[in-house]
């Protein structure tokens, strides 16, 4: 009896100690403001919404979507960057809006000091697509109306100094051409568009394209990444049509402002990577043309910044894209 006295304690307080973890270990007992760097509809904002609902559904807490567009993502940094770093505000974003924005564009941020990468969740490649008007029913019938209508034609890309812009120019240069660039604030206005003809083509997220795809309001051309897409089988590489440094394929995670804490980074790199893992989220993913990626630490990711920063940069000497071209 003696011993069973001894036992109840033990087992209560190790019940109590189970009960106590979850409270120490969680995030936050606040809601979440989560900043997105593009308009509601965009590649990111997709991302963002389908992780924010899983997010709040692990924490119990609401997670606020907060789109600021424009300036290339550099006015949703900004806002991260004026928000308390206690890790109640998180954005999720594209590498690109770090590795790219700040080499044309003045953004007023360092992306290698004033950002901290936490989480992957997924990979975002960019496909070529058109309009239907366009008479082209591939790369090289589009190369071809594009030499037949010497400065009359233009593409669009979802801002100034994203990916969608560098991709268009160097098809431009690598395919003699000489399509004008014509940013918008985000990927949806851009598509819009595209979609009514005004604007031939764009290098757009497969995320945003893909419905479109798929309902026969935009044509493709290409795959912007060295391997095809697993939704997009039958549509060949950009690589395998003769252009092979139009590659681009960017992670979409969070990342929060640099002065944040590294022990809230841990905590909120375990929430998004929980939540990434759940099998929900990896099936909205897929269905919108993402591939699941959560492999790579936050260690990694902030070497990847680096890495993406520099070639980026190659990029914009070799091929002179210059300050709001």
């Known amino acids: 009896m003696k011993k069973q006295t001894r036992i109840l304690p033990q087992l209560l307080l190790a019940i109590l100690s189970m009960m ?3 409270v120490v270990m969680a995030w936050t007992d606040k809601p979440v403001k989560m900043i997105v760097p593009a308009p509601p509809g965009g590649t ?3 991302v963002a919404r389908i992780l924010a609902e899983q997010i709040s559904a692990d924490i119990g807490q609401p997670v606020i979507i907060d789109n600021k567009p424009g300036a290339g993502g550099g ?3 900004h806002a991260l960057m004026a928000a308390p770093a206690d890790g109640q505000t998180i954005m999720v974003t594209a590498s690109n809006v770090l590795t790219e924005i700040p080499l044309v564009m003045k953004a007023g941020f360092d992306p290698l000091k004033d950002v901290k990468p936490v989480a992957s969740v997924t990979r975002s490649t960019m496909v070529l697509v058109g309009s239907p008007s366009v008479p082209a029913q591939d790369l090289k019938g589009l190369i071809a109306y594009v030499k037949a209508n010497p400065g009359k034609l233009s593409f669009a890309s979802y801002s100034t100094g994203t990916s969608s812009q560098y991709a268009g120019m160097i098809f431009n240069q690598k395919a ?4 004008q660039h014509v940013p918008f604030p985000g990927s949806p206005p851009a598509l819009v568009q595209v979609m009514a003809g005004q604007i031939p083509v764009m290098f757009d997220g497969i995320a ?3 419905p479109q795809i ?3 309001k935009l044509k493709i051309f ?3 990444s060295k391997t095809r897409l697993a939704q997009l089988p039958d549509v060949p590489t950009m690589a395998e049509q003769g252009f092979p440094d139009i590659d681009f394929n960017n992670w979409v995670g969070t990342v929060v402002a640099s002065g944040v804490p590294a022990a809230m980074v841990d905590k909120i790199n375990a929430a998004t990577l929980k939540a990434a893992s759940a099998p929900k989220v990896k099936e909205r993913l897929a269905a919108v043309g993402f591939e699941p990626d959560t492999s790579l630490t936050a260690g990694q990711l902030a070497q990847s910044v680096k890495a993406e920063y520099d070639r980026n940069a190659a990029i914009v000497k070799t091929f002179n894209i210059k300050l709001n071209q």
Request: glycine share 18%; proline share 5%; net charge negative.
């Open 176 to 179: 003699g051409l000489d399509l």
């Open 44 to 46: 990111m904002d997709v």
């Open 222 to 224: 290409g795959v912007a």
């Open 20 to 22: 106590a973890t979850p």
């Open 75 to 77: 006015i949703a940094v």
């Open 208 to 210: 945003t394209s893909l």
């Open 214 to 216: 798929k309902g026969g």
